[in-house]
């Protein structure tokens, strides 16, 4: 069981602001999870296996693109010389996390088909981005209910992390993958933001390299150089479409009216 608290200090964040404050990100959480108790957020009722996600890189390990890549099945993706596999599984309930439980927990591996590091050139910055993650045709959109949990291995096991230096909070992982319950995760704060856009870029942890971003997380040199694969896990939601709010909205007024007129 994971219950370890998440300090009361700071968030990476991808955008804008390196750095975002506990409390702000609190209240970010709480209006997410008030949002879901009053039924304008829900758990997906399809699965996104069987649909495909865009993925593009740069120095990650190298540069490439797949437009297609189907969800739930390993794929080597040409140029970039890694494979990106991905799952689904029902999210554990950690509050400490502000993981409500009983939604979709999405979980991506990048490891390089090579076993080499995950960078091409490691002085160079870099980055991936995933797109059009989605839960089949007419399914309702994804939001992320809190956070995203980054953690990085070699060959599968799980570096320590120390986020001292750079004043963050390092996690316990909630994912459910072999061997990466429990691993150090950084978490950042993405609540609210829709799934189907999922960026990583090392100029948004440190302002430089993969490589200057381990080693700031107190991974030695020689480990740091090895990583070669990377584990990205989330929480999400789904927000139905306007149409179908405009008539459960309708359908609640009804039902209100009809209360109304038999009193």
């Given at each position: 069981m994971l219950t370890s608290p998440v300090p009361d200090n700071l968030f990476i964040s991808l955008k804008g602001k390196l750095m975002r404050r506990f409390n702000v990100f609190f209240a970010v959480a709480a209006i997410a999870t008030a949002s879901l108790v009053a039924g304008t957020?829900?758990?997906a009722f399809a699965s996104p296996v069987g649909t495909t996600f865009g993925w593009a890189s740069s120095n990650f390990q190298g540069d490439g693109a797949d437009p297609a890549v189907p969800f739930g099945v390993a794929t080597?993706?040409?140029g970039s010389g890694v494979t990106v596999d991905s799952s689904v599984s029902v999210s554990p309930p950690v509050?400490?996390?502000?993981?409500t439980g009983g939604l979709d927990y999405v979980e991506f591996s990048i490891t390089t088909d090579d076993g080499g590091y995950l960078n091409g050139v490691p002085a160079a910055h870099s980055s991936w981005f995933i797109t059009g993650l989605n839960w089949g045709p007419g399914e309702p959109a994804g939001i992320f209910t809190g956070l995203i949990f980054l953690s990085f291995d070699i060959d599968g096991t799980y570096v320590p992390l120390d986020g001292t230096a750079l004043g963050v909070p390092i996690v316990p992982?909630?994912?459910t993958l072999a061997g990466v319950t429990g691993a150090d995760a950084i978490p950042i704060d993405v609540a609210g933001d829709p799934v189907d856009f999922i960026p990583f870029d090392t100029l948004g942890l440190t302002g430089e390299t993969l490589l200057t971003t381990l080693l700031a997380l107190g991974v030695p040199f020689g480990d740091a150089l090895s990583v070669n694969s990377m584990h990205v896990g989330f929480e999400t939601v789904h927000v139905p479409e306007p149409a179908s709010?405009?008539?459960?909205g309708t359908g609640l007024a009804a039902?209100?009216?009809a209360r109304r007129r038999r009193s």
């Open positions: 957020a829900m758990p080597s993706i040409a509050p400490p996390l502000f993981l992982n909630p994912g709010m405009m008539l459960l039902v209100v009216l």
